[in-house]
């Protein structure tokens, strides 16, 4: 019954009430032919939901990241690390970072590492003291394409912007050889003789296997990619042309 001596916004207020209630609470069926009705409607909705998801393409690289995350992530960060790691952090670590590969490596290379992997650092990895022994897992060739099309999509932020030609530029060997002494710690050809260091990666088949535009942006801010490592930072020993040119010598180490 609708209070007359109620004001008309309260009376509009009392009749929405009665309405409201009427929409929110309908009537509920217990009977069990209306139970096995909606009981069919919510499996046939499953069935359409379930169907759909079979036309949906998987993205292209899934397969590689499934096998990256069974068998490599345990020695390969593909985090972006947001602050520098500590000592111990850092010597935990079971390989190289691969949150930049696609940016890092040429591609192709990384395919066919993985199919015939040949040591890359003369050091276990972390290692001062102890000599590699290689003996990475290989894969066949159809996991590597899958694995390698995955890390290949992995870009970093830091790279910079540079062309640079590949070429044996004299300036180049000159600062790598003898001005800054980068074969301290790197193995290089020299002549018909293999020369230099184990503290960092072999540069010997640096043609196959690092992108110019990655080692111009790695020479100018190691700790971009590698935040506690050996590799010096040279960057303000370096003008533009220098380090062009070095970055060209690098280029074309077979
Ligand atoms: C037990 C740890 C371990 C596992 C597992 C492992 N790696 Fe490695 N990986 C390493 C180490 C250590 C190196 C450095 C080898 C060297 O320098 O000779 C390396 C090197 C690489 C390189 C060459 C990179 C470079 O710059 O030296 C690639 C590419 C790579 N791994 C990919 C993979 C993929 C893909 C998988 C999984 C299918 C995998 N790794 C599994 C430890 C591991
Ligand atoms: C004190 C030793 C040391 C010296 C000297 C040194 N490096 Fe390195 N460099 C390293 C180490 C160690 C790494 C590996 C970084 C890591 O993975 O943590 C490295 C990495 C690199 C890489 C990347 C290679 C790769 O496969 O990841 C390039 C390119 C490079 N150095 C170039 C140079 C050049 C050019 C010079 C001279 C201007 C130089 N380095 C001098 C220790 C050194």
Not at 105 to 134: A, H, V
Request: glycine share 8%; hydrophobic share 35%; net charge positive.
């Amino acid at each position: 019954m609708i209070n007359l001596d109620k004001s008309p916004l309260l009376l509009y207020k009392d009749s929405m009430l009665i309405r409201t209630k009427k929409i929110i609470s309908p009537k509920v069926s217990s009977s069990p032919w209306v139970l096995i009705q909606s009981a069919a409607s919510v499996l046939a909705s499953l069935t359409i939901i379930f169907t759909a998801s079979l036309f949906i393409p998987a993205p292209a690289d899934a397969g590689g990241r499934d096998i990256f995350t069974a068998e490599c992530a345990t020695c390969h960060s593909i985090t972006r690390p947001t602050r520098r790691p500590t000592v111990e952090e850092a010597l935990n670590e079971k390989g190289p970072a691969m949150w930049y590969a696609g940016s890092k490596y040429k591609e192709g290379f990384i395919s066919r590492w993985l199919q015939d992997p040949k040591p890359i650092r003369g050091m276990k990895y972390n290692s001062l003291t102890e000599k590699s022994e290689g003996g990475h897992m290989a894969l066949d060739s159809k996991e590597a394409e899958e694995v390698a099309a995955y890390l290949q999509g992995l870009k970093s932020p830091d790279m910079l912007e540079v062309e640079i030609k590949p070429k044996a530029t004299v300036r180049g060997r000159f600062i790598f050889q003898k001005k800054l002494g980068c074969y301290g710690c790197h193995t290089i050809r020299r002549g018909s003789r293999i020369v230099g260091g184990l503290t960092g990666p072999t540069l010997l088949g640096t043609a196959e296997r690092l992108n110019p535009e990655w080692i111009y942006s790695y020479i100018k801010n190691p700790g971009a990619f590698t935040p506690r490592s050996p590799m010096p930072n040279y960057s303000k020993m370096l003008s533009e042309i220098k380090l062009k040119a070095l970055v060209a010598y690098i280029s074309v180490q077979k």
